[in-house]
T-cell receptor
């Protein structure tokens, strides 16, 4: 198993540009999520999904869109990049969509995004 | 809203020392608590998962305890090694809702 994969590893954008961060898992996990990690702030949840076709907002959803058309993929779209979105983005998944507390969370390696 | 705090933010110890990392949370209505390790420039790796009905979990040199009523968890690392150098994060899942709440982590350096 490749686990949780994320592309790209690094990205530089200009203010106002849009882009999609890719996340995929090959473990047949129901639950997938996106976090951003900022110095001194810890990881904060952006959006999550408990199964194909089902998404919900986390703590900091503004400026981001997600969709889940397949079990494997959970892309994160930045609609109009702003310097405040400079961060490291992590995708995570776990087996159960019923309650994430029952299973180990698996994290991808992260995407380091800089918005100029 | 659940707040998770980890103190200290950084810790430096000589090799071989036993050490304790602390995690506190404000709302005791949690489903579970997990401890993660993060190496520089990498993602997080789950170390231990403690369900709310459990008091502790052990894996090798690691032991995590949970006291829900006081809103505290500790991660005990025995006989520390330089390879243990990393940032350790704790996260809680509330009884309701479907997200983790993370602490800001403790950066551990084990000096050879």
């Amino acid at each position: 198993n490749a686990g949780v994969t994320q592309t790209p590893k690094f990205q530089v954008l200009k203010t106002g540009q849009s882009m999609t961060l890719q996340c995929a898992q090959d473990m047949n996990h129901e639950y997938m999520s996106w976090y951003r990690q900022d110095p001194g702030m810890g990881l904060r949840l952006i959006h999550y999904s408990v199964g194909a076709g089902i998404t919900d907002q986390g703590e900091v959803p503004n400026g981001y869109n997600v969709s889940r058309s397949t079990t494997e993929d959970f892309p994160l779209r930045l609609l109009s990049a702003a310097p405040s979105q400079t961060s490291v983005y992590f995708c995570a998944s776990s087996y159960s969509g019923t309650h994430i507390g029952t299973d180990t969370q698996y994290f991808g390696p992260g995407t380091r995004l800089t918005v100029l | 809203k659940q707040e998770v705090t980890q103190i200290p933010a950084a810790l430096s110890v000589p090799e071989g020392e036993n050490l304790v990392l602390n995690c506190s949370f404000t709302d005791s209505a949690i489903y579970n608590l997990q401890w993660f390790r993060q190496d520089p420039g990498k993602g997080l790796t789950s170390l231990l998962l403690i369900q709310s009905s459990q008091r502790e979990q052990t894996s090798g040199r690691l032991n995590a305890s949970l006291d829900k009523s006081s809103g505290r968890s500790t991660l005990y690392i025995a006989a520390s090694q330089p390879g243990d150098s990393a940032t350790y994060l704790c996260a809680v899942v509330p009884n309701t809702g479907n997200q983790f709440y993370f602490g800001t982590g403790t950066s551990l350096t084990v000096i050879p």
